[in-house]
Each structure stands twice: as C-alpha cells, then as structure tokens.
C-alpha cells in the first residue's frame, strides 16, 4: 500500500486550520497498533457496508509508529485516528500538541498479551519470574548480574521443557512490547538486576534467543505452527482466533481466556485505545460516525462483534463514560 501520511505541509495545515477548509479525501485513514487493527477494521468494514461512506483504510504500522503518523501534524496528508495497545505517552502527547494535534482518547477494551506455541508443543506453566529469566538480556546468577547464561527453558527451572528457548515477540516500537515489558521483565525483575541496570529491567536478549518478528502477529502464528518448541508473544485475540493451532500457557498458573481476562485472574492484561484527531472531524468525512458505531453495544458490548474477535468488553459503566467522552470529542488537555 502506497504511504500516504506524510507529514503535513504548511499550506495543508493553514488549509485544515481556515473554515472554509474543504476535505482533499473523503476516506478515513487509520493507522497504529497491529493488536488492535482487526477490531478497528471490523468497525471499519462495517461502517463501509451502510453504503453512504467508504470504509476506512486501517495499516498496522505498530502503536510507536502510528504515534509518530498521528502526531506529524493536522492535513489531508496526516492520519485521522490511530490504534494503540498501551495508553499514549507524555512525550507523544507533547509531540501532538506542538504540531497542532488534539487526541480524543477512546478506551476501547481489555487484551491479555500471551505466551503461546503450536498445539504439537508442550503445554506450559511459567511464572513472570521464568519469563524474565529466560528473556532478559542480563540475570542474577549467585549474586552476580551477568550477561543471560540460559539456552534451555530448562535451565531456568527443571520443570520446564528441556528445549531451546526460542521466544518470537514484538519489536521495541510495538505496544505489545512495551506492555509486555511493563507487566512481565519490570514487575519480575531481579533486585540485583534493578540495582545495577541505569536503564531499568526491559533490555530483552539480542543473542537469538528472543525474535523480533515485527508488526505482523499472523506471520508469527504461521512460524509457531512450523516450529513446535519455539513460542510466541501477542494479543490475546490472535490466539482466540487461532484456537485450532496455538494454546497459551499458563501464567502463574491461569490460563488465557475470555473470562480470566475480563475478571482480572489473568495477570498479563492491558488496555486497548483509539485516538482519533479532533481537528479532523468535521472535515474528513465519516468521523463522527466511526466514532458513533466503535462506541455502540452492537460493536464493543458484551455481545458485540468485537467480543467474537477477541476483545474484552470494559465494564457497563466505564463503556458508557468513554462513549459520552467520545462522542463529545473530549481532547486530551481540554
């Protein structure tokens, strides 16, 4: 697909900033998150099947890198809304405000991030603290934090698999990863490690051990199935839709379901976002209808098509709260 969000030109912001502003496309264009993409091309498609807009173009660019496209500036040239499986950061926010970017946040559901490998591999159940030592790119051994030693995931514990610790995972501009590294490496770093790390417990191996397998979750899936021992790090809902071929093991001893999600058993979980550029709406047509059918029971409720695909429904309560925060276009700092 051919790039189209550049950053925005003056004449395209001056244009965008004037009133008598007239939309250059009449097609949403939406990037970010590769967690979140099949559920925001779910709602795309289903508002392009109404027949009065055309459905949105969603490119899975990764949360970091759909960030950056949002944050560029206001323009026909720029993104209207963008994916995120981690909430924005302040640094990002900083980046949007100076280039003239309002984020409306929209909280739409919960995820779990899972460790998980083909259906001919073992079952496993690890603690955070195994999956820090097997992926950490420095560990404690006998007091002394050292360079990861461990090749088997039996070397980190004997009643693990005796088989080469080969892990494919998100690479550092993925909101997977920055999850990943927030609820699992940060949460069971090694004191030791914390006190002689100045950059904190999220450096991950760069000795083949860990795989950057980029955005694409699906290409992920397809190596699992060819590689019994090797597993995998990603949402929830690519598990959820490929039951048939993967299994996820179990964290502390819970496994990765729908329910131990959305009660909170299930202790590698986060929020899922859409920001959506409030100097767009009004001028890129379909917007606030996007915004309308993303927020409805029909897609995000309990028994809405976003739960067949994988997504945790927030509570009654906090779904309508966001749903009237969007709809009201609340921006961030106003």
Known sequence: ?????????????????????????????????????????????????????????????????????????????????????????????????????????????????????????????????????????????????????YVNWSDVDASLPATKIEVLGPPPTSGTRDAFVELVMDEACQEEVKAANEKGCGEIREDGAYVEAGENDNLIVQKLEANADAFGIFGFSFLDQNADKLQGSKVEGVEPTFENIASGDYGVSRSLFVYAKKEHVGVIPGMEEFIAEYTSEAAWGPDGYLADKGLIPLPDAERATVAENAKALKGMGS
Not at 48 to 67: H, N
Not at 132 to 142: G, T, Y
């Open 1 to 149: 697909m051919k790039k189209l969000f550049l950053t925005a030109s003056a004449a395209a912001l001056a244009l965008a900033a004037s009133a008598g502003y007239a939309a250059a496309r009449d097609q949403i264009q939406i990037v970010g998150s590769s967690t979140v993409f099949p559920f925001t091309t779910a709602v795309a498609e289903k508002l392009g099947q109404g027949g009065q807009l055309k459905t949105p173009v969603v490119e899975s660019t990764g949360t970091g890198g759909g960030m950056k496209l949002f944050c560029a500036g206001v323009g026909e040239n720029t993104a209207d809304f963008t994916n995120a499986s981690r909430a924005i950061k302040d640094s990002e926010l900083e980046t949007c405000k100076a280039n003239g970017v309002t984020p409306v946040e929209i909280k739409v559901g919960f995820d779990g991030i899972v460790l998980a490998n083909s259906k001919a591999g073992t079952v496993v159940d690890v603690t955070k603290e195994q999956i820090f030592k097997a992926l950490a790119k420095n560990v404690a051994v006998d007091g002394q934090v050292v360079p990861n030693p």
